[in-house]
């Protein structure tokens, strides 16, 4: 994946994409979860941890891209408030406990990974993910 392509999937996956029509937007990490289906994709999940891996050079410049910023921490953000205890998710009885532990492990997995990023330690920023991945992360 090239870094272009990187920008644009995290572009829809936060729903800050302009193009609301395009199917990756309603498809994405945020968008099916407004409204929600009852149904995660982890596919999702797994492709902004791919995304993150195109865009380490980027993360890691003094002047970092405000709308790489903005995508992850819209991802973070509005996972995290909507299954809040008050959050419109939780609220509505929309989402299950597992689905709720699922959300929050990747958010946590994502920022985690951002921060390290940014703090120009790549070499343990995917520490958690690869864990998720061998099934060893819960």
């Not at 990187?6 to 968008?31: M, Y």
């Not at 050079?57 to 921490?73: A, F, G, L, R, T």
């Not at 699922?102 to 070499?123: K, N, P, Q, R, V």
């Amino acid at each position: 994946m090239n870094i272009e392509l990187a920008k644009e999937l995290l572009s829809f996956h936060s729903c800050r994409n302009e193009n609301i029509d395009d199917p990756r937007w309603e498809n994405g990490f945020l968008g099916i979860l407004r409204p929600f289906q009852g149904e995660l994709n982890e596919k999702n999940f797994i492709e902004i941890m791919e995304c993150l891996k195109a865009l380490v050079p980027e993360i890691q410049k003094e002047n970092i891209d405000k709308n790489i910023v903005s995508d992850i921490m819209n991802i973070i953000y509005f996972t995290r408030n909507w299954v809040s205890e008050e959050g419109m998710l939780t609220r509505n009885d929309k989402v299950t406990t597992e689905q709720t532990k699922y959300l929050l492990a990747w958010s946590d997995i994502i920022e985690t990974c951002f921060i390290y990023l940014l703090e120009d330690a790549s070499d343990i920023a995917f520490t958690d993910y690869t864990a998720y991945c061998n099934n060893e992360y819960f």
